[in-house]
């Protein structure tokens, strides 16, 4: 339900295994879309069906099954302890709890890193390009050219240090 709420999007679960043990699984998480007895092959071609519909798909996986999908994925996501070394390798990230529950968290967490960047970005552009046009019409003292410049990445490098804080970790 989190992860619904955050992305507007329903989860389906993508499983080898059988229907009965998928159907414990989805009960436990409320996920209602389910597929299960998938090769591997299966669930690239399920997360390429969703990515041909227009959607970003973030895979969770956790065995050499799921790498090919973790791959395949636009953003892959491995359970690191009881994951598979091939896993955790193909993942773009991995969630060292092996609990479901930690997914939503790195799905906010992530989108509060981009804007932080956007952020810093902005900030760090509009720093130099207020210098470089004071330069080009009048006279910018080097030493205050250097101290605005550096300013601006110290500046950067705070707002990215926000993200450690424990707020950062909590739902919005």
């Not at 669930?43 to 519909?53: D, F, I, L």
């Amino acid at each position: 339900a989190a992860l619904t709420a955050l992305t507007g999007t329903a989860p389906t679960l993508l499983t080898g295994d059988h229907a009965a043990a998928a159907a414990r699984v989805a009960d436990a998480t409320g996920i209602t879309d389910v597929r299960a007895g998938l090769l591997p092959e299966d669930k690239v071609e399920a997360v390429r069906e969703r990515e041909r519909a227009g959607r970003k798909v973030l895979f969770v996986g956790d065995g050499v099954n799921d790498a090919p999908a973790l791959a395949a994925a636009h953003a892959g996501v491995a359970m690191g302890r009881a994951g598979s070394d091939l896993a955790l390798e193909t993942a773009d990230a991995v969630v060292v709890r092996d609990e479901l529950t930690t997914v939503p968290a790195v799905v906010r967490l992530s989108r509060r890193a981009r804007r932080l960047v956007v952020q810093n970005l902005v900030v760090a552009g509009v720093f130099i390009t207020v210098l470089v046009l004071w330069d080009l019409v009048g006279h910018l003292p080097l030493p205050i050219g250097v101290a605005g410049h550096e300013g601006s990445t110290v500046l950067v490098g705070l707002n990215g240090l926000r993200l450690l804080r424990e707020s950062a970790w909590r739902p919005e």
